[in-house]
């Protein structure tokens, strides 16, 4: 299953979840999603993971072949895990806790039939909670995945040729990205947001108005998938906010980057520098315990001292947040919203993201990924931060 | 919401919803999914639909801004929406149909509460049927998916260096599936299946067994995403097998198409002309009305008959079945597996892959995307079949 190696590491995530679990007086946690399996094992398999209150956890692989190790179990359905479970001695949980917010209706059920006798709970929040909070390895991850995101970043004013579309300067980045290992995959908690591979917003399309909870929209390239990049062509005047995902370990980064073709409108240029001054009172307030609201509100408040409050976080149609805790899943807990109850704790990490949309020349702004440490933070994507002029 | 030339595409989608409703004493339907919002308006956007039993569907939307039609209501959440059907003569559903299988727990307990007086059933199985027949104009977008995806093959040839590992092959493919307009993303139903892309398999990595449930596996890049290239470098005497996604239109076509470097063995070349084999014994078979365990059964023995039965379908991990239905998602019915209950009707698009892994060669084998027509079917993605060299 894995290397004796990241027992310690996995036992350690396995013991905060327990604890969690102990203090709700619940006696075990089931996981089926890819995201948790990963989180509890380090690898992803298709099967179960039963997470008693106390005790190791147990595995039920139905695929790949091959897997070993202790408490290592094939099934064919998770109807047969109950006997499994007797047959090493573990009881039933009088309390179970199920993915409620993430699993199907459908699964849920299932699941809660093969544990007929437990009262079923939704254990989602304390994993959402658990999660935020991440490991010294999984700091390590989110480390290394910064980096590379920030070379990728570096290569992008020479990716530029004259005449490209936003599709084609995002294929080349996409291109980069790749070929530095990115795994590509964009993973998103829920059903309601997709998108690939990130977006990159030219000119007034970064005003289209999209229906995913992103901060930024644009127009798409299909009704099918109305998000990002929709084909046009990159002209003098226009900022090009490049915001690709930054996907290398597993753990992602998030990361935003201005750039333009030629010379931007001075407004863009003093809206830029407003959302940098908010990077930097952001850095100075952070620490543990300060509330995640406060970070947006700061924003807000910056925003509209600045007379730029129907610019901030986009014009036509605005998002109501401005950062967001970033991990296996690019939309983790903490939320940096005007209604969050999310208190910053040392270790939570997550990236922060004030923009404009200036009407007639684009979105300009900053996105970085941030680690909370013991008195403030940590950034990981470290690029430089004006902006840049395309194909210089 | 659509103009109105759509109209009567939507409707017809509706009303074949509709008849199923009826049939089955329900008397509505409620959509909070990103496919199912795409299939019955033609756009994804962030909301619901609620489809009556008779009549026209109302569209709620949360976002974006800006769309406007008949029966098209914003809202800020589902709780606003039994005053507005009020407001509008629609009646409450004494039998409501929900998207079980694909909505979560929590969002399946939240619509029950809001449609309090109504009896809530599994409106899943009847969605996934409609959607498996697809309409002219879904055939003609399942086309022109084809045509494209069937142009970037045939440049896969060329974009092979000597010296370029799997990864490197795979990026070019997908850059060159980017620049003509793939929208990239992979829509899957369910959450237990995860890819970027597609999969390129070189050599032995097709061999490695992976947690998915596609036709073949691949150890990947990270444990995080244990599925297609792994590194390989492209070496003489193994085969590559591209698997790349085709969604330039919203629906995706499936392809696979193996090149070779240098001269593979005998075996590879015998086991894919096996595969070609029961692609012409499938075309032969198909017409409305054949059971799909037919074809996984017809494949089944003439494996058997071949000597080629240990490496159908993979060899240390075998997939259970060799087609499946494609659409706005890569896993639709029909499935074309043993124990099948899936019949094809005219209308219908599946993906027909047979497929072989030959230990210390790769994997060989084809896949095209057919629909099903009145007597017989037409093949979508056309491009040579045999195994091409690369680099020549």
Chains 1, 2 share one sequence.
Not at 55 to 70: E, I, N, Q
Not at 260 to 279: C, F, I, K, P, T
Not at 350 to 375: L, Q, R
């Amino acid at each position: 299953m894995f290397e004796t190696s990241f027992l310690p590491e996995v036992r350690g995530r396995w013991n905060r979840l327990q604890q969690k679990l102990q203090s709700e007086g619940a006696d075990g946690l089931w996981i089926s999603s890819n995201v948790n399996i990963y989180y509890l094992s380090g690898r992803v398999f298709s099967g179960y993971i039963y997470l008693p209150a106390e005790g190791d956890a147990c595995f039920f692989v139905r695929r790949p072949v091959g897997l070993a190790g202790d408490r290592v179990f094939y099934i064919r359905k998770p109807e047969d895990v109950p006997a499994l479970l007797a047959g090493i001695g573990v009881t039933m949980p009088r309390v179970l806790m199920l993915e409620s917010d993430s699993i199907s209706y459908g699964e849920y059920q299932r699941y809660a039939k093969v544990f007929a006798n437990s009262e079923v709970r939704n254990g989602s929040v304390l994993l959402r909670a658990t999660r935020a909070v991440k490991t010294d390895y999984e700091l390590s991850q989110l480390r290394a995945s910064g980096e590379r995101h920030a070379e990728v970043y570096r290569t992008i004013p020479a990716l530029y040729r004259p005449g490209m579309t936003d599709l084609e300067l995002s294929v080349e980045i996409e291109r980069a990205s790749r070929l530095r290992g990115s795994l590509g995959i964009f993973r998103i908690a829920g059903q309601s947001m997709e998108i690939f591979a990130g977006s990159v917003l030219a000119g007034d399309n970064a005003d289209a108005p999209s229906p995913y909870d992103f901060a930024m929209g644009g127009g798409g390239l299909d009704r099918s998938l109305p998000v990002g990049c929709d084909g046009t062509l990159l002209s003098s005047g226009m900022s090009v906010m490049v915001d690709m995902g930054g996907n290398f370990t597993g753990y992602m980064t998030d990361m935003t980057r201005v750039f333009s073709v030629g010379h931007l409108s001075d407004e863009a240029y003093r809206a830029h520098e407003v959302a940098l001054a908010m990077q930097r009172e952001m850095t100075a307030m952070v620490r543990p315990g300060v509330a995640a609201a406060e970070l947006y509100n700061l924003c807000l408040d910056m925003a509209k001292s600045a007379g730029l409050g129907e610019y901030f976080m986009g014009h036509r149609q605005q998002a109501g947040f401005v950062g967001h805790g970033v991990g296996i899943e690019i939309n983790e807990a903490p939320v940096l919203a005007p209604r969050s109850k999310d208190i910053l704790s040392e270790g939570m990490v997550f990236a922060f993201e004030p923009k404009f949309v200036i009407p007639g020349t684009g979105a300009v702004g900053i996105e970085n990924t941030f680690a909370v440490t013991s008195d403030g933070v940590e950034k990981l994507t470290l690029c430089d931060e004006s902006i840049l002029p395309l194909g210089v």
